[in-house]
Structures are given as structure tokens and as C-alpha cells.
């Protein structure tokens, strides 16, 4: 109780300026979340046999590795870029396509870095607390990151270009 009194004090506290949206957009994910998200996963999991998950993730991992990769070049990471340029070539090759994470096995552990990282490497300050339909908890720097992370991705010029 006295920690909800807290919190609620220092929720109203001017800090947020955009705490009108940030609390209807959480309100909306809570809901879409709860009725449609949660729901379809739970199908989805059940369904599903554990090996076809796996190999479903690690698909969409091998993917973004290529982003990772990249981001860990424009944050001067260049061993780190090695080893998930690695990954990803392991990956595809031995890994049927990413299907089995054989870089894993072969001790090429994943890495995460987006775009909204290396926007923060490169001194963008995040700017204030912002919950985005869908997405959930962000900032500004990292909504930017999303952009830059889209470019970065595969799927977003397969989706652009696929359609005939």
C-alpha cells in the first residue's frame, strides 16, 4: 500500500509530458495484448510442436543477425561484428537457413544491438519515456532506431518487393 502511494507520487510528478498518450497507448497494448495476442501464442504453442518453434525463432534470429552485425560495425565493435558475421554465415550454411542454431553449438554466441543503440553510441540522447501502440516501452532515440532497424532487415524488401 505505501509503495502504491509512492509510485503514484512520483507518477503525477510533471516528469512524463506525454502522459496522456503514454497511458492510453499502454491501456490499448494491455488490451490487444490480452484479447488477441496472448490468445494466438497460447494457439500457436499448442499446436506447434517445440522443434518446428525452435527452428521458427531461430530463422527469424539468423535474420537479424545481419542487422546485428552491421549495427555492431557502426558502433566500432569489430571483433564482436566478426563473430556475428560468423554466426550468421554458420547459421545459413550448416544451420539449413537458420533452421538450427549450429552457431550457438560452435560457441558463436548471440548478440543484441539495434539501431536505437548505436544511435546512443553515437551521443543521440533518448529523450523522454514514450510507449508506442503495439511496440510497448521506448524513447525517442529508439522509435528511430525501429526506422533504421527496418532498413536492416530482410523481410522489409521481401514484403516491399515480393508482391508482383
Not at 19 to 45: C, E, M, T
Request: glycine share 12%; proline share 5%; charged share 15%.
Amino acid at each position: 500500500m505505501v509503495v502504491t502511494i509512492a509510485l503514484s507520487g512520483c507518477a503525477s510528478t510533471g516528469n512524463d509530458p506525454w502522459q496522456g498518450w503514454n497511458h492510453g497507448a499502454q491501456s490499448f497494448n494491455d488490451s490487444i495484448d490480452r484479447n488477441v495476442l496472448k490468445p494466438l501464442a497460447q494457439g500457436y504453442q499448442w499446436v506447434t510442436p517445440k522443434f518446428v518453434d525452435d527452428s521458427v525463432t531461430n530463422v527469424f534470429s539468423n535474420m537479424n543477425d545481419i542487422g546485428v552485425t552491421i549495427n555492431d560495425l557502426l558502433q566500432f565493435k569489430l571483433l564482436q561484428s566478426g563473430m556475428d558475421f560468423s554466426r550468421f554465415l554458420v547459421n545459413t550454411t550448416i544451420g539449413m537457413g537458420g533452421l538450427l542454431d549450429a552457431g550457438e553449438m560452435m560457441g558463436l554466441h548471440k548478440h543484441i544491438e539495434d539501431f536505437g543503440q548505436t544511435l546512443a553510441v553515437w551521443g543521440v540522447p533518448s529523450g523522454p519515456y514514450l510507449v508506442l501502440p503495439f511496440y510497448g516501452p521506448s524513447s525517442p532515440r529508439e522509435t528511430l532506431g525501429l526506422v533504421g532497424d527496418a532498413f536492416l532487415n530482410p523481410l522489409t524488401y521481401l514484403s516491399i518487393f515480393g508482391t508482383t
